[in-house]
């Protein structure tokens, strides 16, 4: 089992920066891509960022590839979510998820994350 706790959610401004937290604990032994996605109301959660737990790769959504970045801290069993130009459009409910199990499906398919956060809120204000 793998214990995720998100933070750094708040209201912005658009063309704000924010950085996203999200700590891991339990069985990180185990991890082997972290990830984002986000839910706005009434649409179904997204895709956001993704990376490689032992640095294969990263992916992004093309909505925020150009402004966004994924990092993580592996001594700290921590993933970021580096935002920056922020846009009304990105206010969402932002979930950090974790893969364990091997895989071939997409990082972007939503099923095949086994662990979730409990979300925290970004609000971008235009």
């Known amino acids: 089992q793998v214990q995720l706790v998100e933070s750094g959610g708040a209201l912005v401004q658009a063309g704000a920066s924010l950085r996203l937290s999200c700590a891991a604990s339990g069985s990180t032994w185990s991890m082997r891509v972290m990830g984002w996605f986000r839910q706005s109301p009434g649409k179904e959660r997204e895709f956001v960022a993704a990376t490689s737990y032992n640095g294969g790769g990263t992916d992004f959504a093309d909505s925020v590839k150009d402004r966004f970045t994924i990092r993580r801290d592996i001594a700290g069993d921590k993933v970021l979510l580096l935002m920056s130009n922020l846009k009304p459009e990105d206010t969402a409910t932002y979930y950090c998820?974790?893969?364990?199990?091997?895989?071939?499906?997409?990082?972007?398919?939503?099923?095949?994350?086994?662990?979730w956060g409990q979300g925290t809120q970004v609000t971008v204000s235009s």
């Open positions: 998820a974790v893969r364990v199990t091997p895989s071939t499906t997409t990082w972007r398919d939503e099923s095949s994350w086994e662990f």
